[in-house]
């Protein structure tokens, strides 16, 4: 059950991480393109996105301090490809919005996904260096109890 936890809530932060970045950049163009209501709308999800991540990364430092190898291996790179999907997504959003369709200022979207994944990726070299799960478990109890007894 703790390594499902640890791992929907890791997906969440990446997840929104990547897509207040992408909100933000969506805000960016609509007020280059002189659309102040499709802007204001983006900084609004934008604000309660990063509010929500905030909370988010709080959550985990407090619930779930270590990522254990096993999670690490299964939601650095799912976050990854689902990161690249939803900037993707986003941007095809933007391109739908965007009127005349002459300009390429949704293109930057493309690229956040990405951006997100090589982080991720280079995150992954650093796997060998983390706990097994039993390793945290064994040690979360051993605090338990010292926090118990004194």
């Not at 809530?9 to 990446?14: D, F």
């Not at 291996?73 to 990161?83: E, K, M, T």
Request: charged share 15%.
């Amino acid at each position: 059950m703790r390594m499902f936890r640890s791992f929907l809530l890791r997906l969440a932060l990446i997840l929104s991480a990547t897509g207040s970045i992408c909100l933000l950049l969506m805000a960016a163009t609509l007020g280059l393109q002189g659309d102040p209501e499709g802007m204001t709308f983006f900084l609004m999800l934008f604000g309660l996105l990063a509010c929500w991540l905030i909370v988010n990364l709080v959550v985990v430092k407090k619930s779930d301090p270590e990522l254990s190898v096993e999670v690490a291996r299964l939601v650095l790179p799912g976050g990854a490809i689902l990161s690249i999907m939803l900037s993707i997504y986003l941007a095809l959003i933007l391109e739908g919005m965007i009127s005349g369709g002459e300009g390429r200022e949704h293109f930057i979207l493309f690229f956040v996904g990405p951006g997100v994944a090589v982080f991720l990726a280079i995150r992954c070299l650093d796997i060998k260096w983390l706990r097994g799960e039993e390793e945290i478990l064994a040690l979360e109890s051993i605090s338990k109890r010292n926090n118990e007894a004194g």
